[in-house]
């Protein structure tokens, strides 16, 4: 079972990656003291109303994803985080044209898992295979203020050479890190 936000988010992420998505968005906002709100929209293949039902049932797979598995656990387990914790969960999507899933965590109840390292689930995500832009929208938002960034994948790969090396990728985690400092 995913532990963290964190393992949600390379989870969802890789479904979009393996959804061929060209492009994919991830909004990460942190409302201090109430709320985490999670979007993810891509424009891989996207589903159609059936499968859109489907995805939420834990005996459903494609059976593509995972040829040999039986069972597709991601986006229950998500469900139910959510459900527990009091947020909110919803996945849109269109066939040929891409999905946008949206959910939050309700930071005052005690069944909200930790975020986990947000930067790293992203890092980990720039690194998949394929040939995908990812960008990284990150704010912090505290009485009304928001503080915030936005990072693409090919910035930072066109910055680092990559990142197929262990110095790149700690590189780019770094770089994130700081920009979090920002935030606070």
């Known amino acids: ?8 988010l390379v989870d969802c992420l890789q ?28 424009n891989g293949k996207g589903m159609d109303s059936e499968i859109l039902k489907k995805i939420q049932d834990p005996f459903y797979t494609d059976g593509t994803k ?4 039986k069972v ?16 909110h969960f919803s996945v849109e999507s269109q066939k040929g044209k ?8 309700d930071l005052k109840n005690i069944d ?7 930067n790293g689930a992203v890092v980990q995500t720039m690194m998949f295979d394929g040939d995908f832009e990812l960008e990284f929208n990150k704010k912090r938002i505290e009485n009304g203020i928001e503080k915030g960034y936005t990072i693409k994948k090919t910035e930072l790969t066109d910055a680092l050479g990559g990142l197929s090396d262990a110095s790149s990728i700690k590189l780019a985690k770094t770089f994130l890190d700081s920009q979090d400092e920002d935030l606070i």
């Open 98 to 105: 891409g999905t946008e899933l949206r959910f939050s965590f």
């Open 1 to 8: 079972m995913h532990a963290e936000i964190a393992d949600f």
């Open 66 to 69: 995972h040829v040999r598995r």
């Open 112 to 118: 909200t898992p930790p975020e986990g390292d947000v």
């Open 15 to 42: 479904n979009s990656v393996e959804a061929n998505a060209k492009y994919i968005i991830l909004d990460y906002f942190y409302f201090v003291d109430d709320r985490i709100e999670v979007a993810i929209i891509d």
């Open 72 to 87: 597709g656990l991601g986006i229950p387990f998500l469900i139910q985080a959510v459900n527990l914790s009091g947020g």
